[in-house]
């Protein structure tokens, strides 16, 4: 305690020596060691020397002048959408197409398969084989659960060979035509449009795939681009689920459409542009879209749980609608996790509970998330 007593009353008086020794310092007044500072009234000298004499002299601070930023404008809340949740700037939308761009690169090289090609009389050869190659990229993407060995059946016609393409289809298939009136009904409305399908296997077993492309259909038309890994996308559907009807229709239409656009992406700096338009589509092909509130989404999906009259899935909206929504699904539970989801289905499952299973939430809570992502996808493509 006297220890610390001592050195208190020390500094007490080192303090009162200094401030002392300050009083009497000014502007010119004699220092010895250059560059040392002291303060005196409030005011600080540093030790110079000027014409041979080491003198004080008064340090004057020069305030700095604050540098403004410049204003950064805020984003008005169409743009914040844009920013936010936009194609890979926005964070789910980003983990989905790295999942399953990621997972593609992991697949082995095709090391060769075998492929019937059908062709009508006036068909494009060369059409037909990019069309191939496009496909390829769907069968190197699911050959996990469609092999190698899987002999491919593919039926290309021109629109011109319609009567060709129904006879040809019925000879191949004559146990499954059932669909056939109301493809050949929208193949006559336009020849412009293209279609294509996954239609189960041949009467050999084969998988059968069909493609119809339109007038003016070119190998990188917007659409077409992605159709052969779309429909490799069905036909790994029914194999991992057992019957893909036993899902949702809007993901059975959406995870091929989704897939088929991102497996043909053809990297990073086309995905944004390309998935924009594919969303856009929805302007012109259901344009009551862009008019649902949350509420009316969530009814949207509710009526197209299952599949409509014909086994068919739309057209109003299920494809790219049910493609922002699995979007979101691969975005938060990756490939592998919609992969457990329809092998789920496959084990008998009901889809529902399948669904919770895998996304970790409610049926319902998850609906709800997703009705949310697909309307800020909606701001994002400009649909308005």
């Known amino acids: 305690m006297r220890f610390r007593l001592v050195a208190i009353a020390n500094f007490t008086i080192l303090i009162a020596f200094n401030q002392s020794a300050e009083a009497a310092i000014k502007s010119g007044t004699a220092c010895k060691a250059v560059g040392k500072s002291v303060t005196s009234n409030g005011k600080t000298y540093i030790c110079t020397k000027s014409a041979g004499e080491k003198i004080y002299k008064v340090v004057v601070k020069v305030a700095k002048k604050p540098v403004e930023k410049p204003a ?11 920013v936010t949740f936009g194609g890979l700037s926005g964070e789910i939308s980003q983990k989905a197409y790295e999942s399953l761009t990621s997972y593609l690169s992991k697949q082995a090289p095709l090391t060769g398969s075998t492929v019937f090609m059908d062709l009508s009389p006036l068909a494009s050869e060369t059409l037909s084989q990019s069309t191939l190659l496009d496909m390829e990229q769907g069968f190197r993407f699911w050959q996990a659960f469609t092999p190698v060995s899987t002999k ?5 016609a021109d629109r011109e060979d319609l009567k060709w393409f129904e006879t040809r289809m019925i000879q191949i298939q004559p146990e499954n035509v059932s669909w056939l009136p109301r493809i050949l009904s929208l193949a006559r409305e336009s020849n412009e449009a293209a279609y294509a399908g996954a239609n189960g296997r ?61 497996i043909s992406s053809g990297g990073k700096s086309k995905w944004d542009s390309m998935w924009k338009q594919q969303i856009g589509t929805l302007n012109s092909d259901f344009p009551d879209f862009k008019r649902f509130s949350e509420k009316q989404l969530l009814q949207w999906f509710k009526a197209h749980e299952l599949n409509m009259p014909n086994n068919v899935c739309g057209p109003d909206g299920a494809f790219m609608i049910g493609g922002m929504a699995t979007e979101y699904l691969v975005g938060t539970i990756g490939v592998e996790g919609v992969n457990n989801f329809m092998l789920q289905i496959g084990k008998g499952i009901d889809w529902k509970i399948a669904f919770a299973e ?10 709800e998330a997703i009705v949310k992502f697909v309307i800020q996808q909606r701001e994002w493509a400009e649909i308005t």
Not at 358 to 367: D, I, L, P, Q, R
């Open 358 to 367: 895998v996304t970790g939430k409610s049926y319902e809570a998850e609906m």
């Open 72 to 82: 950064v404008p805020q984003p008005t809340k169409s743009e914040e959408a844009k």
């Open 202 to 262: 041949d009467s050999q077993g084969n998988a059968l795939f069909f493609y119809l492309p339109g007038k003016f259909t070119k190998a990188d038309s917007p659409g077409w681009l992605g159709v052969g890994p779309h429909e490799w996308t069905h036909f790994a559907q029914n194999v991992m689920s057992n019957d893909i009807r036993n899902a949702p229709c809007w993901f059975k239409e959406g995870q091929a459409t989704y897939y088929g656009n991102a």
């Open 152 to 156: 491919i059946h593919m039926v290309f």
